[in-house]
Structures are given as structure tokens and as C-alpha cells.
């Protein structure tokens, strides 16, 4: 019995971002797409989202022209292709504060937002600093840090320390401290709701970019002794990256295809997809009991 769907949506994508950023010590091993996307979660009378993208205007546009972003859409279209809309959205679960995942929470009006206390506070301290140093808000709007203390005196920010379960039933928030970012997050879904799940999924934010970070250079699931390789860009450190990994791995049973990478364009090739009139990717993760597809 599957109590969650769940959708990786595609709202924009850069068509050549370095390899070194996405897989540590790639430097001469060129270029990949890097799909822009968040993830939907459908399911017990909820609509919950990791992440939010961002807005395309001010300096969220200049990120995105900076990074190369195209085919930008708002999440009214991205999530209108599987009939939702960002006003039905009830939560939503920040894994960190990058543009590209935290830059658009104004689209929704009526979500509860979770992140962690060490994320917000962290990035609040990194503005605070000299512009000598600002290579440390590499990637951040500052704007979205102040969005996001806005909602806090709206009453719809949690800020989370550490691991949390059942934020919703099934649903638990775990912590990967100074790595990807100071307090980056993953979303663990357990769709049978056991403590020991054979049926769970991890949504890993930025912590895991590409299959390859997981399963080795190539991403070859059927390699009998993998070997973890971090995310190039970290705040924190790799070693972080790379015990993260393991604590998500062992969630899943060492499962690596549960271990769903956002960033990754080759979901395409594991999950059903479908792209979209505008050109973007569908993928469905899975779906609850009597959901029907939005991918067939």
C-alpha cells in the first residue's frame, strides 16, 4: 500500500554546466545538461513540495542569466502538467537555500515552509560579511534569505535542528551539516509508513546531483562495489558529502535507484517521463494507491 506519489518536475535547465561542478575533480571531462527541477509530493490529503525553484525577475534573473538558465516556467505551468496547482500546495521542504530551490516561495501562498535553523542563520551571518568574501553567497539570493524571515513572522516558517520525523505522516527530514551548504537537508518518504521501509525514496536536494555521485564515474547501477564521488561545490567539505551519501543509502537498503538526484537528466532512462509542450521532463517516482499516471 503506497500512501505518497511522487513527481521530479523540470521548470528550466542549463544545456552545458561543468562537469567539476556536479562530480568532484571532473575538470577535464567537459560538459552535461543540468535539468532544473523540484520535486511533488501527493498523497494523505497533501500536496508537499522540495523545493521551490526560482523566480525569473530581479536578482534571481541575473543568477539564472549568470548560470546560463533556459526555458525558464513558472510553477503554474510546470505544475499545471499534472493538474495541480502551486495554490494546492500545503508544504514544502527547503533542502537549502540556493536560488534555484528557495527563489520563488512567494508562487506559494498557502504552504508551510521547512528548513533548517543552521541553513537560514548561516546564510544570514555569510551576508553579514565583507564583499572581500563574498565568494561565500556563490549561488544564493540574498533576497530569498529575507523572503524566507518574512515568512517566519508570517507564522509559515519552521526552522528544523537536526533529523526530524513524521513531519507528515511516513515523511522525515534528516540533516547533512556543512556540506553542500551549511544545513542542507534530504526528504526521506516511507509509503508504507514503517520505521523499517522497504518502500521508501530519498528526494536529496543538491547532495546528490547525478547518478554518478552515488554509483561511481558512468552510473553504472550494476557495478558490485560502487564508489561514492561528492558534488563538486561545497560550503562544508566532500567528507560530509560523502557520509551523507552513506546515511541515505542505508535508508533505502543501499537501493541507489530510491536515492532520486534532482539534477540528474537520465531519470529519464530509470523512471517514465514525458516531456512536456514546453519542452520539459516529467519523471514519476511513484505512485499511491489509485493515483493515476501523468506520465502515460
Not at 556563490?138 to 535542528?161: E, K, M, S, Y
Request: proline letters at 4%; a negative charge; charged letters at 25%.
Amino acid at each position: 500500500m503506497a500512501d505518497y506519489s511522487i513527481w521530479v518536475l523540470e521548470y528550466s535547465f542549463v544545456t552545458n554546466y561543468h562537469k567539476s561542478g556536479v562530480l568532484y575533480g571532473a575538470h577535464n571531462q567537459g560538459y552535461v545538461k543540468l535539468p532544473y527541477c523540484y520535486a511533488l509530493i501527493k498523497g494523505n490529503g497533501r500536496v508537499a513540495m522540495v523545493d521551490v525553484g526560482y523566480n525569473d525577475k530581479d536578482y534571481g534573473k541575473v543568477l539564472g542569466d549568470r548560470f546560463g538558465v533556459e526555458n525558464w516556467r513558472s510553477p503554474e505551468v510546470v505544475l499545471g502538467g499534472i493538474g495541480l496547482k502551486p495554490a494546492d500546495v500545503d508544504t514544502v521542504f527547503v533542502t537549502h537555500a540556493h536560488f534555484d530551490h528557495f527563489g520563488n516561495v512567494e508562487d506559494f501562498p498557502n504552504a508551510t515552509f521547512y528548513i533548517q535553523e543552521r541553513e537560514i542563520a548561516k546564510w544570514a551571518w555569510a551576508m553579514s560579511l565583507p564583499d572581500r568574501m563574498r565568494w561565500m553567497m556563490t549561488a544564493v539570493d540574498p533576497g530569498d534569505i529575507v523572503r524566507g524571515l518574512d515568512l517566519a513572522r508570517q507564522r509559515r516558517l519552521v526552522t528544523v535542528d537536526g533529523a526530524r520525523a513524521e513531519v507528515l505522516p511516513g515523511i522525515d527530514l534528516h540533516a547533512a551539516f556543512d556540506s553542500h551548504t551549511y544545513g542542507s537537508m534530504w526528504v526521506t518518504v516511507r509509503n508504507d509508513r514503517q520505521a523499517q521501509s522497504s518502500d521508501s525514496w530519498v528526494l536529496a536536494g543538491d547532495l546528490v546531483y547525478v547518478f554518478d555521485n552515488i554509483e561511481g564515474p558512468g552510473g553504472a547501477v550494476d557495478v558490485a562495489d560502487p564508489i561514492y564521488v561528492p558534488v563538486g561545490l561545497a560550503v562544508g567539505s566532500q567528507t560530509n558529502l560523502v557520509l551523507a551519501t552513506e546515511e541515505m543509502m542505508k535508508q533505502v537498503g543501499y537501493e541507489a535507484r530510491r536515492v532520486i538526484p534532482i539534477h540528474e537528466e537520465r531519470l529519464r532512462d530509470r523512471f517514465p517521463s514525458r516531456i512536456t509542450a514546453d519542452g520539459l521532463r516529467i519523471t514519476e517516482i511513484c505512485l499511491a494507491d489509485g493515483e493515476p499516471s501523468r506520465v502515460s
